[in-house]
């Protein structure tokens, strides 16, 4: 019988990309099939690595604070992001998010795949990139 379940998150995990993210639904937490769900907090200067999610697709709610996101094969591409902003980003896109602000930014993060360390591919050759 398949169950409903409710957590609340108060663990936190480190992702491949460099931050830590609080335990949400997924496979492992909830057995869920085919969503991974996580909240994020990313200090005043932090930075993911550069990286991609080779086979799934991931949609962001930012919840607090300022952002830039780097995307693009050669991470060309610049979006700033702020409280409020829905983002989407498709499987195999490369991409390094940054905060550069003094505030911490909050976001819910939902992923395609169920895991909680998805299927991420770091891209280190991209890194000198983004200052």
């Known amino acids: ?9 108060h663990t936190a995990h480190d992702g491949k990309q460099g931050f830590a993210y609080l335990q949400g639904i997924s496979r492992e ?15 005043p200067g932090g930075r993911a690595r550069a990286h991609k999610h080779a086979s799934h697709e991931t949609a962001i709610y930012q919840l607090s604070g300022r952002a830039v996101m780097y995307w693009g094969d050669r ?4 979006m700033d992001t702020e409280a409020g ?3 989407y980003i498709p499987a195999d896109v ?13 976001a819910v993060i939902a992923r395609t795949d169920p895991n ?3 299927s991420v591919v770091l891209l280190p050759e991209l890194e000198h990139l983004v200052p």
């Open 85 to 87: 902003d829905l983002i």
């Open 116 to 118: 909680e360390q998805e």
């Open 29 to 43: 937490s909830a057995g869920s099939a085919g969503i991974c769900m996580h909240l994020l907090t990313v200090p």
């Open 75 to 78: 991470l060309q591409h610049r």
């Open 94 to 106: 490369p991409h390094l998010p940054v905060n550069p602000g003094p505030d911490p930014v909050t």
């Open 1 to 9: 019988m398949t169950e409903c379940r409710k957590l609340r998150p």
